[in-house]
């Protein structure tokens, strides 16, 4: 007998049920891939801002440990407010600082060089810039004065502003003075041409002087006690920096008076946050609108929101700190950074950067107890 052999095929049943496990699983493969992409995405993101925040830092705090303490020397830090709506309200509040430091000969060089053509280029005599001889204390042809500036990036984007830097020699009197008193016109804008962008997306610049009072051992504070930092300085004692404009204006406590020298810091802390434009983009918002007096906030994507230590946030031109996240409730402390606590709108966009913090020691320090 021939014995034939049947292949039993699969049922309509089967058949579905093996479609159903199969879609169940390439569903799940997809949204698994879509968190892993998004995941290494916001990495490299805030790797990226993390470099960015750490090479401006690192440029800021180059100029510092340079500064000269000699009768030529100056450091002035103070804060501008600025109006973007025209509501006579300020919008955002941001940092200045203009300071004299020493330069070594590369640095004097390429001042010296870059308006020149080739031809006055070599005609140049650079032997008193050779690396290994002092600058003059008394003598300006030897030093450089040095501006940085935060200004809004403009009425679209509120929350962001952009850094510049300028240079120039403290000799050099075809181009304007950074420390003159009316080197920022009207609208706080400095004079045209004398500074250059450094980068976009900044959403936070914060600087802290310790004076010799300060204690900074056990962190940071700025206020107006003896032990406290303080968020400006003027190293001439001269009331340069506008107490109308922002309380962080206020001179701090524990300052010697001024005898021939400038006042120098002991410390400077340095803090930066950067937030690109396609972060801000994907921020989440308020779901809910906040009176003044709220301490806890609904949004709409809880998981977006910033979960470091200290972390900050910055809504409609509040800044808050994050006390707790818990699913879309955010528990914060109103009012940080001398900002105002406001009423804010359902739907505004919960903005935040990765901050980076560097201590800078200042080696021209000198103490004096003549308070």
């Known amino acids: 007998m021939t014995h034939v052999q049947r292949t039993r095929g699969l049922t309509m049943v089967e058949l579905l049920v093996a479609l159903f496990l199969a879609s169940f699983v390439m569903v799940a493969v997809i949204q698994l891939l879509g968190v892993t992409l998004d995941m290494w995405t916001r990495g490299e993101s805030r790797r990226s801002v993390i470099e960015r925040s750490s090479s401006t830092l690192e440029m800021l705090a ?37 300071l004299v430091r020493q330069a070594g000969a590369p640095l004097m060089q390429r001042l010296a060089m870059r308006d020149l053509d080739p031809e006055q280029i070599a005609a140049l005599d650079f032997e008193g810039l050779r690396p290994d001889v002092p600058p003059d204390p008394a003598d300006p042809s030897g030093f450089v004065e040095v501006v ?46 004398s500074v250059d962008e450094v980068g976009a997306g900044i959403l936070w610049l914060g600087f802290e002087f310790a004076t010799q009072t300060s204690i900074v051992r056990e962190g940071w504070k700025v206020g107006s006690g003896l032990a406290d930092a303080s968020a400006s300085w003027d190293a001439w004692n001269r009331g340069r920096p506008n107490r109308e404009a922002s309380v962080r204006n206020e001179a701090g406590r524990g300052m010697p008076r001024v005898d021939g020298e400038p006042l120098l810091p002991r410390r400077v802390r340095l803090t930066l946050e950067l937030e690109s434009r396609n972060d801000a983009r994907t921020r989440t918002t308020l779901s809910r609108t906040v009176d003044a007096q709220d301490a806890q906030l609904f949004v709409e994507r809880g998981a977006l929101l910033p979960t470091e230590p200290n972390s900050h946030v910055w809504i409609a031109g509040e800044w808050m700190q994050v006390l707790e996240v818990r699913g879309n409730t955010l528990r914060v402390s109103r009012g940080a950074r001398q900002t105002t606590a406001r009423n804010l709108p359902a739907g505004a966009t919960v903005h935040f950067g990765s901050p980076v913090t560097t201590e800078v020691p200042i080696p021209l320090y000198k103490d004096d107890w003549n308070l």
């Not at 303490?69 to 203009?98: E, H, K, M, S, T």
């Open 62 to 98: 180059d100029d510092l440990r340079a500064l000269e303490g000699g009768a030529l020397g100056d450091l002035l830090c103070d804060w501008a407010r600025f109006d973007l709506d025209g509501d006579n309200q300020p919008d955002r509040i941001w940092p200045r600082l203009r």
């Open 148 to 193: 940085w500036v935060v200004l809004p990036a403009g009425k679209d984007a509120p929350y962001e502003g952009v850094l510049f830097r300028g240079e120039r020699i403290l000799s050099d009197d075809t181009r304007a003075a950074f420390l003159d008193d009316q080197y920022f016109g009207t609208g706080e804008q400095p004079a045209p041409g």
